[in-house]
């Protein structure tokens, strides 16, 4: 934190800012031609250098004129001391001349996340070295752990910390759970837990369970219906390819008749048309001749007989 730190206005007041760098124009000057706007000193004086002319209205700036009203106005309103802490407060004039004598002038915040601690600048090495969030690194994981959570590291969380296990080993806590696996005092169940046995304890108390295990005849048995039904099983396995294989032949079957069948029609449509043409041959002369002449002749044919 800078030791130049200016008042902090109470109030902010756009009136008493530079109209081009929005801070507050202490210093502030005016155009000579047109008198809405103010600037700070610094920004009028940059403009002046670069291009001399009147932001607002254009007008050549020979000279602008000093607003001593702005500067009256400011030195009078309310402010507060602006280091952290201190809560001195009066106008803005009386700050000023607080801020060099302020006692938080040279205080400032412990860098550690997690201390509030406020220390004079010059005891702030001293204070880092013993400060309770500095971070310190673990001897057994190097991870870096805040200092005042150490203990609670190694105890609950540290993946290298030794861990007693009631079997009397010592094991990292990353390999304990390798460890219980094949540990005398890891968690056990009866292996007759699926056919009902409820036993739960220790590894070292399950052989005795198990010569006793009252679910172990139990299990004998489930494991020979086990064994004859995946023998079933295999069997309907083999049906069931056998009856899809036939139920595939029948349906090419059915297909093949189907053909067959089609056609069988497609010839018999085609004698059929050829027997029509060969009636419509055999009868069309007959309806050349009248029906009468057919019965003279048939007359004709009688009267020969007769006579
Ligand atoms: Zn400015
Ligand atoms: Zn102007
Ligand atoms: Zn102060
Ligand atoms: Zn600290
Ligand atoms: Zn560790
Ligand atoms: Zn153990
Ligand atoms: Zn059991």
């Known amino acids: 934190m800078s030791t130049t730190q200016k008042p902090v206005l109470l109030e902010t007041n756009d009136e008493l800012d530079c109209s081009i760098c929005f801070e507050l124009a202490l210093d502030a000057v005016q155009c000579p031609s047109c008198a809405h706007n103010i600037a700070c000193f610094s920004c009028a004086t940059q403009i002046v250098r670069t291009n001399p002319v009147c932001p607002w209205c254009r007008c050549p700036w020979r000279s602008v004129r000093a607003c001593p009203e702005i500067t009256r106005r400011i030195l009078r309103s309310p402010a507060k001391c602006g280091f952290t802490g201190c809560n001195f407060r009066s106008n803005y004039a009386s700050v000023s001349s607080h801020i060099p004598e302020c006692e938080f002038k040279n ?148 297909i093949e008749l189907q053909l067959a069948a089609n056609e069988m029609l497609r010839i018999q449509a085609q004698s059929a048309r050829q027997q029509d043409y060969v009636y419509v041959q055999t009868t069309r002369p007959q309806h050349r001749y009248p029906t009468s002449q057919h019965h003279s002749d048939a007359k004709q044919a009688e009267g020969c007989t007769i006579s």
């Open 107 to 254: 205080m400032i915040q412990c860098t550690n996340e997690g201390c509030n601690k406020r220390i004079n600048r010059n005891a702030l090495n001293d204070h880092l070295k013993k400060c309770y969030f500095r971070k310190i690194q673990c001897r057994y994981c190097n991870a870096n752990v805040v200092h005042n959570q150490i203990k609670r590291h190694l105890k609950e969380s540290c993946p290298e910390a030794f861990i007693r296990c009631l079997c009397s080993e010592s094991i990292k806590r990353k390999n304990i759970q390798q460890h219980m696996e094949l540990c005398d005092y890891g968690e056990a169940v009866c292996d007759n837990h699926d056919v009902g046995c409820d036993w739960e304890g220790i590894l070292r108390d399950k052989f005795d369970h198990m010569d006793n295990c009252p679910f172990e005849k139990a299990s004998i048995i489930v494991s020979s219906l086990q064994l004859r039904c995946s023998t079933k099983e295999t069997e309907n396995k083999e049906l069931k390819r056998k009856l899809e294989h036939a139920l595939r032949e029948v349906e090419q079957k059915k």
